[in-house]
Structures are given as structure tokens and as C-alpha cells.
């Protein structure tokens, strides 16, 4: 059991950490975008952030078990193949920066108006305003929303093993449902739990750092 437990760990670490990665990033794109564009703001287009909040909105709006069935064609595409590790990547990434990105914008629109104010009056291009003053401002509320995600991710790749994904929740299916061992669901159950935690005790360290400074 504590082979296939360690196999399956690493497969979900695999799937969390490289689709958390590129979440972040799409994320914070995304975010930072929907923020601009938004009447009044930097780069103010609307009709660009209505279309950029119904992508969002459609993302965050699909069950992820249904994404993950939806975007079987694109994942074929993408990787050359629908089962594996790998492939749930796609899925996992595509359903997680939607969710991240709304994250984003709430965060940058909590930075104090008269903050960005003073920035612009002492010339600051949009570049630096969104750099060193969105951006910087927002870091606490940032890691705290992608330990959020992260964690999400957990959830969802748990649920890719229910087409193969590979990971804990493929080892929970095979083995503890299908083949009815209790103690390798039981053990699962556990690994997920103190995953999960070690992610939230992380990322609550790193936002408290971020906090006192």
C-alpha cells in the first residue's frame, strides 16, 4: 500500500503543482486585464471586459467533471493523449484560472483608490502603477487566493481519476471502490487531508510575511 500511495502522491503533487504554476500565471493575466479594461480603469474597454468577464464567467460556471469530458478533444490535441498525468494538466489548468483570475480581481480592486492616485501624480506609467503598486499592494490577498486555487486543484485532480487521470483519486477509484479495500480509501482519505493542510499551512506562513512588511 505505501508504494501505491507514494506513486499516487506524486502523480497529484505532479498534476498540482505544474497546473498551479500555470494557473498563476493566466491568473494574474487574466485578472489584471478584467481590472484595466474595466470602466474607469487604466486601459478602460468595456466591451473588452464584458467579453473577458463572460469567458471568465463560463469557466467558473462549468462542473469540473463536465469540463473535463468537454475539453477531451483539446487535450488530444495538446499533449497527444486523453489518459495520464500529463493530460489532466490541461483540464485541471483550463478549469483553475477562471477561478484564480476573479480571485485576482478582487484582490487589485481592494487597493486603496488614493494609493493609485498618487502614483499616477507623480507620473508613474501604467506599467509601474501595475507593478509596483497593484500588484505589490495586493501580494497578501494574492497568495491567499492562489493557496485557495492550489488547494481547489487538489479537489479537481482527485476527480480526474475518474477517466484516468492517475493521481490519489485514481488510486481511490481502482482500489478503494471499485476492488472495495476500505483501508486503501481510509488511507487515501488521509494522504489528501495532510496534503491539503501542508498547502494551507504554506501558504498562511508566506502571507503573514508578506503581511508585515
Known amino acids: 500500500m505505501s508504494d501505491l500511495l507514494w506513486e499516487g502522491f506524486q502523480e497529484t503533487a505532479w498534476m498540482v503543482g505544474l497546473s498551479a504554476v500555470l494557473t498563476a500565471v493566466g491568473g494574474l493575466l487574466l485578472g489584471v486585464l478584467l481590472v484595466l479594461t474595466a470602466r474607469g480603469g487604466l486601459l478602460a474597454a ?5 467579453l473577458l468577464g463572460l469567458v471568465v464567467n ?12 468537454a475539453v477531451i478533444p483539446f487535450t488530444r490535441a495538446v499533449v497527444g493523449t486523453t489518459i495520464g498525468t ?6 485541471l489548468t483550463i478549469g483553475a484560472i477562471p477561478f484564480y483570475a476573479r480571485i485576482v480581481e478582487t484582490a487589485l480592486r481592494e487597493v486603496p483608490a ?24 495586493a501580494r497578501p490577498a494574492l497568495v491567499a487566493g492562489l493557496t485557495i486555487t492550489v488547494i481547489a486543484l487538489v479537489g479537481y485532480s482527485a476527480m480526474a481519476g475518474v477517466v484516468g487521470g492517475g493521481g490519489l483519486g485514481d488510486l481511490a477509484i481502482r482500489y478503494g471502490y471499485q476492488r472495495f479495500e476500505t483501508e486503501v480509501m481510509i488511507a487515501t482519505v488521509v494522504v489528501l487531508v495532510v496534503f491539503v493542510q501542508l498547502i494551507q499551512m504554506l501558504g498562511d506562513v508566506v502571507v503573514r510575511r508578506l503581511s508585515h512588511r
Open 86 to 91: 500529463t493530460a489532466a494538466i490541461v483540464p
Open 58 to 69: 463560463v469557466g467558473r460556471s462549468l462542473p469540473f467533471i463536465i469540463l473535463l469530458v
Open 114 to 137: 488614493d494609493v493609485v492616485s498618487a502614483a499616477i501624480a507623480m507620473g508613474s506609467s501604467r506599467r509601474q502603477i501595475v507593478g509596483k503598486v497593484l500588484l505589490r499592494e
Open 46 to 50: 468595456p466591451p473588452l471586459n464584458a
